[in-house]
């Protein structure tokens, strides 16, 4: 039988995802799960500093306190409420979207659901 070469690569994403995760499906899961919390804090934080707000000053206006808006904003938070994300996109002014696309599974290919 013959080896495969396997394509060298520098880029340190790739070489961690090759090593680590590849295509084991437990692992893709935890990754997109990671990923999907990533956004949302990311996004509150990018929405609330182009508002010039403070945690303090959103978590005023939403009725919560500063230290749910630090939890929010933190990558590793995973209890992001759709009725809490729909208070910050109010004050905001923003509504919330919600999409359901297509998941990747290993080597790119798309899966049927």
Known sequence: MKKTKSVKSSDAIDILHRRYVRDD???LAELEAVRA???????I???????GLSQRDLA???GTS??????????????????????IAEVLDR????RFIMK?????????A
């Not at 919390?37 to 996004?43: E, F, I, P």
């Not at 934080?45 to 508002?51: T, V």
């Not at 500063?66 to 208070?87: F, P, Q, T, V, W």
């Open 25 to 27: 499906a437990k692992k």
């Open 37 to 43: 919390d990533n956004a949302v804090a990311r996004k």
């Open 45 to 51: 934080y990018d929405l609330r500093m182009k508002a």
């Open 60 to 62: 005023k206006r939403v």
């Open 66 to 87: 500063a230290s749910a808006i630090c939890r929010l904003e933190d990558a590793d938070y995973e209890g992001h409420s759709l009725a809490m994300l729909n208070r």
């Open 95 to 98: 509504r919330v979207e919600i």
């Open 104 to 112: 990747r599974h290993g080597s790119g290919h798309l899966a049927i």
